[in-house]
């Protein structure tokens, strides 16, 4: 039998769980089997135009949103949003 320890007021059965270990349970069909998945791969390709999208909102804070002093920033992000209009991250 399991030892049991004492844990701040409340006793828990020290021993091997069936939550730890790697086989199938009763539950797995509900919850999944306790094994390790693949690992996913994480996008770290950004968008080519978050820098100028930065550099608008930058501006735009500084100016109190008023768009008319942020023009020439605004002009090359949309210059930059219609020359990579079908751009698609590297994990789609």
Avoid at 20 to 25: N, V, Y
Wanted: include cysteine.
């Amino acid at each position: 039998m399991a030892d049991r320890v004492a844990h701040g007021g409340v006793t828990m059965n020290k021993g091997t769980s069936v939550l730890h270990s790697s086989e199938d349970s009763l539950l797995s069909p509900f919850f999944g089997a306790n094994v390790p998945g693949e690992k996913r791969v994480v996008n770290t390709t950004i968008h080519p135009c978050v820098d100028l999208s930065r550099t608008v909102h930058a501006c735009l804070d500084d100016k109190s949103n008023r768009a008319d002093y942020c023009t020439p920033s605004i002009s090359r992000l949309e210059l930059c949003l219609r020359d990579n209009k079908g751009w698609k991250s590297s994990s789609q």
